[in-house]
C-alpha cells in the first residue's frame, strides 16, 4: 500500500492507496511498506477535492474508496455516506435506518473502525443527546469537521 500526505485544517492525513484506490484516511503521520506515492495527477485529485471540501466549496468526494471491512461494518459506512452535507443523525438513527435498532453500540463501533473519515462521514454521527461522543480523529476535530460543514451549508 502507498500513501500521500495532505495538510488539513485537522492537522496532516496520510491517504493510504492501493492501485491508485483509497483505502484509507489516517489522521497524522503513518507510513506503510509499501512506499510513498508521488503521482501528481492523483495527487492532485484527492487534494484538490480535500482543499474543496475543507473551503466549504465540495460537499460529496468524488473519488474512488474500497474500505476494508465486516459485513456489519460496510452497510453502517454505506449507511453514513446518505447523512447529508452540514447534518447530523445519531447512532440510534443509524441503527434503525438499517433495520438494526438494538445495534447502536455496533454501529457505534462500526463508526470508530471507519478507515476512511471525512470521505466516509462518520464525524456527522453524534449521541443520542447531542454531544459529539467518540471519533478516532479525536473530538476536537470532530467539531471542527462539523463547523466547517455549518458554516457552508
Known amino acids: 500500500m502507498k500513501y500521500m500526505?495532505?495538510?488539513s485544517p485537522v492537522g496532516r492525513l496520510?491517504?493510504?492507496l492501493e492501485d491508485d484506490i483509497i483505502r484509507g484516511v489516517v489522521f497524522g503521520h503513518?507510513?506503510?511498506d509499501g512506499g510513498f506515492n508521488d503521482d501528481p495527477i492523483?495527487?492532485?485529485?484527492?487534494?484538490?477535492?480535500f482543499d474543496a471540501y475543507f473551503a466549504g466549496k465540495l460537499k460529496d468526494f468524488d473519488l474512488k474508496f474500497r474500505p476494508d471491512g465486516t459485513d456489519f461494518q460496510k452497510v453502517v459506512w454505506h449507511e453514513l455516506l446518505d447523512i447529508p452535507y452540514g447534518a447530523t443523525c445519531t447512532y440510534s438513527e443509524i441503527a434503525e435506518s438499517i433495520g438494526r435498532p438494538k445495534a447502536v453500540r455496533a454501529v457505534g463501533t462500526a463508526c470508530g473502525s471507519n478507515p476512511i473519515p471525512i470521505i466516509i462521514p462518520c464525524h456527522r454521527v453524534i449521541g443520542k443527546d447531542g454531544s459529539l461522543t467518540g471519533f478516532a480523529?479525536?473530538?476536537e476535530n470532530k467539531k471542527i469537521l462539523l463547523d466547517t460543514e455549518s458554516k457552508n451549508k
Open 14 to 16: 496520510t491517504v493510504l
Open 137 to 139: 480523529g479525536g473530538i
Open 42 to 49: 492523483l495527487g492532485m485529485k484527492i487534494f484538490d477535492q
Open 30 to 32: 503513518y507510513v506503510t
Open 5 to 7: 500526505f495532505y495538510e
